[in-house]
């Protein structure tokens, strides 16, 4: 089963403009990840927020997670062509040996040049 | 360098025959994990190790197979039960400091019935 349901889909925009994407999950968790695929390659991870954090930054990244709403959203600023690719977030709501993660169906990012 | 590889990159199979994908890592990590992602689709789980010997069915297991001897190693086989094989498949391995995990991923392996 998949918890963690992004938005938009897909997300077109011009190099220099911010890209926001947002997830949203069903359950309580323990923190909530992203993670970004170029086409045809593994994932890779860039960002995780505990569930008693509400704001983290790492350079041009910027996640906040809000529990009440089980939601979070991930701020791209001064995008780049680079940024191109997929990103997921994925929900860690176990805890210890069984911990396992639930990804989302992903969101397309497009910066045009 | 620290990684997680599979192999091959890209792998033809005819209908009833199984296959086996690999994955290795050198992280010293004791979880791995297989998914399973369909175009424009998100990752499902296949099957996940937490320790040597030991390993679970995630959401999809159905047709698959895996092993886990080796704390570096964990190879998924894809049978000729599994009905729609043809997918990308990523492997990834998790560690760190205790309760908190990001998950490293290989290459993945393309995997086309014929």
């Known amino acids: 089963s998949q918890q963690g349901e992004e938005d938009p889909q897909a997300l077109s925009i011009q190099e220099g403009e911010n890209a926001t994407m947002n997830c949203s999950y069903k359950t309580s968790i323990n923190n909530l990840q992203w993670y970004r695929q170029n086409s045809g390659r593994g994932l890779v991870h860039l960002i995780l927020i505990r569930s008693n954090e509400r704001e983290k930054h790492s350079g041009r990244l910027r996640v906040t997670l ?43 990012l497009s910066v045009r040049p | 360098d620290g990684g997680i590889t599979q192999s091959p990159k890209y792998l033809f199979r005819k209908e009833g025959q199984n296959v086996t994908l690999s994955c290795e890592q050198n992280l010293n990590h004791d979880a791995m994990y297989w998914y399973r992602q369909d175009p424009g689709q998100g990752l499902r789980l296949i099957y996940y190790s937490q320790i040597v010997n030991d390993f679970q069915k995630g959401d999809i297991a159905e047709g698959y197979s895996v092993s886990r001897e080796k704390k570096e190693s964990f190879p998924l086989t894809v049978t000729s039960a599994q009905k729609n094989p043809t997918a990308f498949y990523l492997c990834a391995s998790r560690g760190g400091t205790r309760g908190v995990y990001e998950q490293f991923f290989g290459p993945g392996t393309r995997l086309t019935v014929l």
């Open chain 1, 66 to 108: 809000d529990t009440s709403k089980k939601s979070s959203s991930l701020l791209i600023t001064a995008s780049r062509a680079a940024d191109t690719a997929s990103y997921f977030c994925a929900t860690d709501a176990g805890a210890g040996a069984n911990s396992k993660l639930t990804f989302g169906k992903g969101i397309t």
